[in-house]
Structure formats: C-alpha cells, structure tokens
C-alpha cells in the first residue's frame, strides 16, 4: 500500500497508512466513519476501510448489492474493502452473533494484508467482535489501534434480552473477558461522554487511555431549517402541540414511559406524541398505546433519512429516552447531537450525561428515566411553553453544539489520537 502520492497531513506531521473496521458503513447510517474517514484522507492520510455489505438495520443486503467474499471500491479520497458476512439484525440472538462473527471473521482474513502493512488501525465499535482482527495483529506485534466505543459491551447485550437467563448469564462473562482484553490491548479508547469513561475506569481501565469525544451528526442534513407546512399535515403535526421521537423503536430506548406519560397528558386537548421510526420494540408499543386509549400517540413510520430535518423541524420539541440501566447514565444518543444541531428543543427521558448535558446547555426539559409522572410533567412543560421560549432553548442548544461538538472538532482529535498512537506528535496546536 504506497503513500508515495499522498501529500501530508495539515497538522504538519507525515502521512500514515491507516486502516479502519467498522461494520456498518454508507449507504448505511453510520455517518461517524464515514466522517472520520473522509477527514483523514483530506488531511493527507492513506485511509483504507474494512467493513461489510450495507444491510443495517433491518438485516437484509440492499438492493443492488450482494454479499461475495470481498469488494473494493474508491471514494472521497480513501479506499473500501467489503468482506461477506451473514445479514441479520433481528430478534433472534443466533442469527444476531452470526452477523457479528461471520463479518470479523471475514474481515480479518480479506483485511489481514492491509493490517500488517498499516502504521495504525482505528475501529468503529459495537459489535466488539469487529476488533478481532485488530486485536489478534496488534497482540502479534501489528499496528496499535484506537477503539472508538459507541455501546458498552457485555452491558448492552444484556439489555437488548434476546437470551434465556442461563445462556445470558456465562455469555455474559465471555464478553466481559473478551472487552478485558479488547479495551485493554487499545492504544486509547474513544468514549461518546465522561459517564462512559468513569465506568470503564472502574472496571480497570487507565484514565490516561480513556478519551471522551461526543458524537456529532451529519450537519449536511440536521441543520436549522423553517418548519414546512405539508411536512407537518402529513405527519399530523399542524394544528397541535407536538413532541416527536424519531429513530429506533428498541429495548434501551424504553418508549413504554413515553406512551404512558402520553396518555397521562390526555386532558391537554391540542397536544401530540409523535413516534417517528421503526424497531423490534414498534408493535409492542402501538398495542400499549391501544390499550391505554392513547389518541394523541401517533406512529408515523419510517422516513428516508434524507426527509428527517424536515420530519424533525416539524414538531415543537424532539424526545430522547433511556431505560434507567446503570450503564446508560454514560451514553449520550447520536440523536441529542442531532437535535440541538438542527436548534430545536429538547425533552429527555434519561438519567447520567444525556440529560445533564442538555441541561449544560439549556437546551430543553429534564426528568429521571423510566419516570411516567416525571415525564408526563415535562410534556406539560412543553405544551404550556410559548413559541419564544421554545426558540431560545433550541437556540441554545444550537450554539452548544457548534462550540463543542462538532465534525470538524471530533475528527481532528481522533486524528491526533491516531497521529499519537502511531508514535506521531502532531505540530499542530492542542
């Protein structure tokens, strides 16, 4: 893999050859990758990523592609590597570790070339098992590698409840000592908020190894945009009060709260929850919803991602929640990122660093996760707010965000992460 044509990077420091694992890549949602990879080729770097056939999230290869053992393509500067693995992102735990394990296995016999040639590896976590090729060359004397961590693991497979007890309970232990060693073996490991970081230092992890960089959104699409008329009729969002979940219907989520916090709120006349998305969890939901007698609930369904600023913009404030699991207090959703990028208010369901991070900001209204009378109370927040003091709290969180997080800001440092791991001191300023 030469770098004889590829100019330095901007930091002053000279280019490296890295190699990126990540499962899920574009044209799937997995827009941090992609970003990160685009900012290193354009700072001068030779970026080679390692990752699948898109078929995230419902777990079929889209159409117009098919799975062969491997793939390569070029664009925006750096080159693709597609390796063949089993599709699946269902309810069924085997088919589930399937998907995980046939794409790390793939990956690191059609990536281990590329892996011994880079100077360092960075890799795009869950599933924990994409670090097995990077893990299995830097423990016989390969590249290090920088292990960017989005869900903690064994936690989040715990959570998920897609084993019986007794399976859950040794699977569970095998995937403790298996991120020992993962997280261990990393040169640093990226967390998306400080809660995430202290959890993983009580388990043993130097604080020196710990970085936190909160996740940005694709600022090409989630930006501040005028609310559009037949955006709103169609999602029933004109004439009424409305707050809006938008994105994945499953089990961490707890969307049970918000159903029953709605239906709590029922004497409130003009106001509105809007359930936007799709997820193992929807059908359940809709059921609940019936059951209570939730009218102001509606199920919207999915939407194009390219449709979601205008989906977004059409309703007064946005939702994020979180069951009240101990290691969700360190997880801040991609879509809070989402939301105060595109400066709208708002409402979280969620104990830890999502919620004092909006807080930080003034960006919204709080209250405890798994907490219907708490959130039932913010709804009526919200519903009794005026037009100006809705505006002045997604303002807020509008200017939070482009002061702290970022594209351009969370690129940079895990470039100089990568620049550091690789025994590079960047002359750029820190």
């Avoid at 482009?402 to 690789?422: D, F, H, S």
Wanted: one cysteine or more; hydrophobic letters at 45%.
């Amino acid at each position: 893999m030469s770098t004889q044509s590829v100019r330095g990077p901007k930091s002053g420091a000279p280019p490296l050859r890295i190699v990126m694992y990540t499962q899920w890549f574009p044209p799937e949602k997995a827009a941090i990758p992609a970003d990160i990879a685009a900012g290193l080729a354009a700072q001068g770097h030779d970026v080679t990523v390692v990752t699948g056939f898109p078929n995230y999230p419902l777990g079929r290869t889209y159409e117009g592609w098919r799975q062969r053992p491997w793939a390569d393509s070029a664009v925006d500067g750096y080159r693709i590597r597609r390796v063949v693995q089993y599709p699946s992102h269902d309810a069924s735990a085997i088919r589930r570790a399937l998907s995980y394990l046939s794409f790390a296995v793939a990956a690191t016999v059609f990536g281990w070339r590329r892996l011994r040639a880079a100077d360092v590896v960075y890799v795009y976590h869950p599933p924990l098992t994409t670090a097995l090729g990077p893990w299995l060359n830097r423990a016989t004397g390969g590249a290090p590698y920088v292990l960017h961590v989005q869900d903690l693991w064994p936690d989040s497979v715990v959570a998920a409840d897609l084993l019986a007890d007794r399976v859950l309970s040794v699977t569970a232990r095998v995937l403790d000592r298996m991120c020992r060693a993962v997280y261990g073996r990393a040169h640093a490991v990226v967390c998306l908020a400080p809660g995430m970081a202290g959890l993983l230092a009580d388990r043993g992890l130097p604080r020196r190894q710990l970085q936190v960089v909160a996740n940005w959104t694709d600022e090409s699409v989630f930006r501040p945009l005028e609310r559009d008329p037949d955006v709103a009729r169609s999602l029933g969002a004109d004439g009424h009060t409305t707050v809006m979940f938008a994105g994945n219907m499953g089990p961490a989520q707890g969307l049970e709260t918000a159903v029953h916090a709605a239906a709590a709120v029922a004497d409130l006349p003009d106001f509105r929850l809007l359930l936007v998305g799709d997820g193992l969890g929807r059908a359940a939901l809709e059921s609940l919803a019936e059951e209570l007698g939730a009218d102001n609930v509606r199920f919207c369904g999915s939407r194009p991602f390219a449709e979601m600023a205008a989906v977004t913009a059409a309703a007064d404030a946005q939702l994020v929640t979180l069951r009240g699991l101990p290691f969700l207090r360190g997880t801040v959703p991609s879509k809070v990122g989402s939301v105060m990028a595109s400066g709208l208010p708002v409402v979280v369901s969620a104990d830890g660093d999502a919620a004092a991070l909006v807080e930080q900001a003034g960006a919204g209204w709080t209250c405890p996760a798994e907490d219907v009378a708490a959130l039932a109370e913010a709804f009526r927040r919200v519903a009794g707010s005026s037009e100006e003091e809705r505006r002045r709290r997604g303002e807020a969180g509008r200017a939070y965000y482009e002061k702290n997080m970022t594209r351009a800001a969370g690129v940079r440092r895990i470039g100089r992460m990568l620049e550091a791991a690789a025994g590079i001191e960047s002359t750029e300023k820190r």
